[in-house]
């Protein structure tokens, strides 16, 4: 019998200041609002790794203001997807792998790359960008190890660590193939389900789900409805009932109300936390 995956809904980022009196209260003072945001997310997508970086007593601190249960996805660096754009990427994956992830132990989760729009498919690259990511612990640890150029040593303590994810958002038409759907199965990596009018689908490529939803996938939406909401709810519903973990940001325009979509989600999930 298959055991039920688990779906965590959350946002990408959590220090905007639309939230402030909207979805965090007023008064909430700034260096609060991660620990309130992960009382009521159950998942957030890190965006600061994007830019540059950072280091092991940041994702430690970021673990430690989040209830049991809690995950972080965390977003590679532009450096490798959009400066040197799947190529010759060894060393500074390694180097973004040494920099600290592994601080956060079992509140890791996937990480995801996100390429540029304007970056087309090339069967040799991303197949060679896919075999370099690492899948498991041991797999992190030796290219992790093969740092070069940091000032910091390598963080290679994996202590509570789990599963190693990766997903990855192509946002060019060329890689709306079989090819690429038969290549990220082959390495277990999940194709991102935007829920857009040009990227509609939401099949899986992986044993888990990753979903940043910036749609609804309709001409006419102006944000995510009640409806909306329930349709997710029982496509993610079942994804879990197949023994699928699902982790499902609201990444949209609208981001004032993503916290609320994200937690109208959970709630028509049936996952309740003791805010509720």
């Known amino acids: 019998m298959t055991s039920s995956g688990t779906v965590r809904t959350g946002t990408a980022g959590w220090v905007y200041e639309p939230w402030r009196g909207t979805f965090f209260p007023e008064g909430l ?7 309130y945001a992960t009382s009521r ?4 997508e890190i965006n600061a790794t994007f830019r540059a970086n950072q280091k092991p007593a940041s994702f430690k601190r970021w673990a430690g203001e989040t209830p049991a249960g809690f995950q972080f996805s965390v977003k590679g660096p532009q450096l490798v997807t959009h400066i040197k754009r799947l190529k010759n990427c060894a ?64 963080f290679l303590d994996a202590t509570g660590v789990g599963t190693i994810r990766h997903a990855i958002e192509p946002r060019h038409s060329s890689f709306d193939t079989p090819a690429v759907a038969d290549l990220l199965a082959r390495h277990n990596v ?87």
């Open 91 to 154: 060393e500074p994956l390694a180097n973004f792998f040494a920099s600290g992830p592994l601080a956060m132990g079992d509140r890791l989760g996937p990480f995801v790359w996100q390429l540029p729009p304007n970056l087309a498919y090339d069967a040799e690259s991303f197949a060679a960008f896919l075999d370099l990511l690492p899948k498991d612990i041991d797999a992190y640890l030796a290219l992790a190890g093969k740092a070069d150029g940091v000032k910091q040593e390598p």
């Open 29 to 35: 003072v700034q260096k609060k609002e991660l620990a």
């Open 190 to 276: 999940a194709r991102v389900i935007a829920d857009t009018v040009e990227n509609p689908s939401r099949d899986l490529t992986a044993d888990f789900a990753y979903c940043r939803l910036q749609g609804p996938a309709r001409p006419d939406a102006a944000g995510y409805a009640e409806a909306d909401i329930k349709d997710w709810a029982a496509t993610m519903g079942a994804w879990r009932d197949a023994g699928h973990d699902v982790f499902a940001y609201f990444v949209h325009e609208d981001k004032l109300h993503a916290p609320a979509n994200a937690i109208a989600l959970r709630q028509a999930l049936g996952i309740k936390l003791p805010n509720d």
């Open 41 to 44: 997310l159950t998942s957030i």
